[in-house]
């Protein structure tokens, strides 16, 4: 089994920064793409940020410029680097990655249990 941990969330004002990181543990051979997602009250989930195994970024409009994602592939970890907060990225964030793992070696799609982003004065 492959599991995502998900840290880093909090209550943060508007203007500041949070750092969430993703653990993947269990067996895994690879990871390919990896993603950040959030939910925020009453809509669906929506996709933040990409990054594939070669290095491709993809970032939702509403948060270019202000939120870098990136990934350690020694330590299995991925992170979103948020900066300039806004009341609107309150959010429960999710992390998401295509994992191969080394029982099978077939891709799986894995997804954190979230973490919870509150952006309020």
């Known amino acids: 089994q492959v599991q995502l941990v998900e840290s880093g969330g909090g209550l943060v004002q508007p203007g500041g920064s949070l750092r969430l990181s993703c653990a993947a543990s269990?067996?895994?051979?690879?990871?390919?793409?990896v993603g950040w997602y959030r939910q925020a009250p009453g809509k669906e989930r929506e996709l933040v940020a990409s990054?594939?195994?070669?290095?491709?970024?993809n970032y939702a409009d509403s948060v270019k410029g202000r939120f870098t994602i990136s990934r350690d592939n020694a330590k299995n970890m991925a992170y979103l680097q948020m900066n300039s907060l806004k009341p609107e990225d309150t959010a429960v964030y999710y992390c998401?990655?295509?994992?191969?793992?080394?029982?099978?070696?077939?891709?799986?799609?894995?997804w954190g249990r979230g973490t919870l982003v509150t952006v309020s004065s």
């Open positions: 998401n990655a295509a994992v191969v793992t080394s029982r099978s070696y077939r891709s799986l799609q894995v």
């Open positions: 269990g067996s895994i051979f690879s990871i390919n793409a």
């Open positions: 990054l594939s195994s070669g290095g491709s970024t």
